[in-house]
């Protein structure tokens, strides 16, 4: 009997470990056949139509959102100094995701690049000092980008 409860004992952590890794990095690049303006205009319209504030940039677009849709920002240990009774996890005020995307016209048609970042702002209840942390994003903006260069 022992031997079966230890195999299902590592079945069960096996599944648990496997729900824990990370799937394939977001993309960062989508190529279209369609006309720059076209692809940015497509762009623009999604990021809008799913509550992003857009921007014109020199080179395209930036888009910004305080969803957590887009941003995953863990809670984080505050205070304490040396008192590790005094510690506690705050969770974040709010998130932040930006993206800034660039279209390049190429060949016959339209690559689209973009660079995101994702932010947590906090507050250290102990002093009441506001600060910020970088977070993961969780692959929808990513997403939502480059299903709308695809079209």
């Not at 031997?3 to 648990?16: E, F, K, S």
């Not at 395209?60 to 100094?81: K, N």
């Not at 977070?135 to 480059?146: F, K, N, V």
Request: aromatic share 4%.
């Amino acid at each position: 009997m022992s031997m079966h409860r230890n195999g299902l004992v590592a079945a069960i952590l096996a599944v648990l470990l496997a729900g824990c890794q990370e799937g394939p990095p977001p993309p960062e690049s989508a190529a279209s056949a369609a006309p720059e303006q076209s692809v940015e205009s497509r762009v623009e319209t999604a990021l809008r139509g799913n509550g992003l504030t857009v921007e014109e940039t020199a080179n395209g677009l930036r888009a910004t959102s305080i969803s957590d849709r887009f941003a995953r920002c863990d809670a984080v240990e505050v205070g304490g100094g040396d008192s590790s009774s005094a510690r506690q996890f705050t969770p974040p005020e709010s998130v932040s995701a930006t993206a800034d995307i660039t279209f390049t016209p190429s060949g016959s048609g339209t690559e689209a690049t973009w660079q995101t970042s994702y932010s947590g702002n906090y507050l250290n209840r102990e002093n009441n000092e506001p600060f910020e942390r970088a977070c993961e994003g969780t692959g929808a903006l990513e997403e939502l980008i480059q299903k709308a260069v695809d079209g």
